[in-house]
């Protein structure tokens, strides 16, 4: 058996190794181990540190690079008329007149094409559909990027129309006593309708799809009492409108105030144009007033807008530019007042960036309107279309379709 002779020491020793805080290991390699701990943390916050400042510089870099020349490079050779227009769809070129529309890819080569005769085509767009008609006319024709989706016979003359992501078709069309609303899907199969009379309602001067076509935004322009208001109105075709007379979901009255323009920029947000000021409405069940600004007696010349901002054109005439630019959140927040001075044919909002041209000449500009590139074309432009990469942009010429590449 084990024998201890001392045992005093015994104890003494036993009862030192169970010592709160003793482990029985040499403190100066605890604190060893403890110190090494505190580097390692140390240097990986640093490194952590170094990285995120460097993702930042590098980021800031790249958001704030300006270009100074632009590379162009030719595609494809592509032809139309004088009075065929372009325009931009989901990436994809569409050219259209009076006698059908074709569709091109970014690089110009055809996709398809569809005959028909108007007198005046009229293109609406939504996201990478394209609804074309002709005012007082009877039929629309509904494409994607893909092809060609159907035809609407809307068998009375057409005043207005605008369409959805999905290919819905809502349209304004004048019947003997009233004036109709129908909605179509592309095929042209009728989804909903309901009538307007001036002495009831109103008559409907705009209206607009959300993307889902869940709701229908109009602008009814009424006299009251020897003046004139706008009501505008928003219809839910969903399950929350179908309990509703007419599918109405909510409303706004504008004495005194014409409205000429409305228009949805996403799933949840609308806009309103009047004579004196911008609206904002939220929600995708029943939209509500979200906010206004006045513009006091200055007309707007153009509105421009993607499904995150909305632009307005102003004549400016000072010493800052020729044109003023104040965009929009879409909470309806003023959040960028710039200034230009080239005779703009159309305004982009991509990727924070705004794009203004015409067929001459661009001007690049980031969201805190700092000029990014200031340069002009070789050849008359008709489209200018953004691509996935920020310095780079496919550009439509009469003749031709081409890249430029930003440096």
Not at 347 to 363: A, G, L, T
Request: glycine share 8%; proline share 3%; charged share 20%.
């Amino acid at each position: 058996m084990a024998e201890v002779r001392d045992f005093s020491s015994y104890a003494r020793k036993k009862n030192n190794d169970s010592t709160p805080g003793s482990s029985g290991v040499d403190t100066s390699y605890k604190e060893k181990i403890r110190s090494h701990k505190l580097k390692v943390f140390f240097r990986t916050i640093a490194i952590a540190a170094i990285v995120l400042l460097t993702v930042i510089v590098v980021y800031v870099s790249w958001r704030d690079r300006e270009y100074s020349e632009a590379e162009i490079s030719l595609d494809a050779t592509i032809s139309n008329s004088a009075d065929s227009k372009v325009i931009s769809l989901g990436g994809n070129i569409v050219q259209y007149s009076k006698d059908g529309v074709s569709c091109y890819s970014s690089t110009g080569q055809p996709v398809w094409n569809q005959t028909y005769e108007m007198q005046n085509p009229i293109a609406h767009t939504c996201n990478s559909v394209i609804a074309i008609g002709d005012y007082n006319g009877h039929n629309i024709y509904v494409s994607n990027t893909n092809g060609a989706m159907g035809v609407v016979d809307t068998n009375l003359p057409i005043r207005d129309f605008c369409v959805s992501s999905q290919g819905v078709v809502a349209a304004v069309l004048d019947g003997t006593d009233v004036t109709w609303i129908y909605l179509y899907d592309s095929e042209g199969n009728t989804l909903a309708n309901f009538k307007t009379t001036m002495k009831d309602s109103g008559y409907p001067i705009s209206i607009s799809l959300s993307p889902n076509a869940e709701l229908l935004c109009v602008s009814y322009l009424y006299p009251e009492e020897g003046a004139l208001k706008t009501s505008v109105a928003f219809f839910n075709f969903g399950s929350v409108g179908q309990n509703s007379i007419d599918n109405y979901a909510s409303g706004y009255d504008y004495p005194g105030v014409v409205v000429p323009y409305v228009q949805f920029i996403n799933g949840n947000t609308a806009f309103a144009l009047s004579d004196d000021r911008i609206m904002f409405y939220a929600g995708d069940q029943k939209p509500v007033s979200k906010s206004e600004s006045l513009m006091g007696d200055e007309q707007v010349r153009a509105v421009y807008y993607n499904d995150s901002y909305v632009g307005l054109v102003f004549m400016n005439g000072t010493e800052d530019g020729d044109y003023r630019l104040q965009v929009y959140n879409g909470q309806g927040d003023l959040i960028l007042t710039t200034y230009f001075d080239i005779a703009y044919s159309d305004i982009i909002f991509n990727d924070k960036q705004i794009i203004i041209y015409n067929e001459d000449e661009c001007v690049i500009k980031d969201m805190s309107g700092h000029d990014k590139y200031v340069g002009s074309f070789d050849e008359p432009v008709k489209v200018m279309i953004p691509t996935n990469i920020r310095s780079r942009f496919t550009l439509v010429t009469s003749k031709n379709v081409a890249t430029m590449n930003l440096k």
